[in-house]
């Protein structure tokens, strides 16, 4: 608590950060422009991780991340984003190869 750091989290603690926490947490924090694409950001990980899926919807989600991204590569850092950032490109495309994300979730292994 001394150094406000969050240590020692498991792949599920941080998914539910970024879906539902950080919508929360940021509010007050970022000016409006980047508020607004953290939260296309949550928005993109609540679509992909949910359970139903729409084919049309899911045609939509596929042009998003891009998007998202250059809008936070406006705001952040180059040092932020690493190759782990642009991986979400792909998961759209993994969805439709695949199956729903929620089924390839390996929580229940950690």
Same mark, same amino acid.
């Given at each position: 608590? !001394? $150094? ?18 950080l919508v929360?947490?940021?509010? $007050? +924090? ?6 607004? %694409? +953290? ?8 679509? +992909?991780c949910? !359970?139903?899926? $729409? ?10 991340? %891009? ?8 705001? =952040?850092?180059?040092? =932020?984003? $690493? ?17 729903? +994300? ?9």
């Amino acid at each position: 608590m !001394k $150094d406000l750091k969050l240590v020692s989290l498991k792949s599920h603690d941080c998914h539910i950060l970024i879906q539902q926490l950080l919508v929360v947490a940021k509010r $007050d +924090i970022f000016p409006n422009k980047v508020r607004l %694409a +953290i939260t296309w950001l949550c928005l993109f990980f609540n679509a +992909i991780c949910s !359970k139903v899926f $729409d084919p049309i919807k899911l045609d939509e989600l596929e042009n998003e991340p %891009a998007i998202i991204l250059c809008q936070l590569e406006m705001y =952040f850092p180059p040092v =932020f984003f $690493d190759i782990m950032v642009h991986l979400i490109v792909h998961l759209v495309r993994e969805i439709k190869c695949c199956s729903p +994300i929620y089924l390839l979730w390996m929580y229940l292994i950690e």
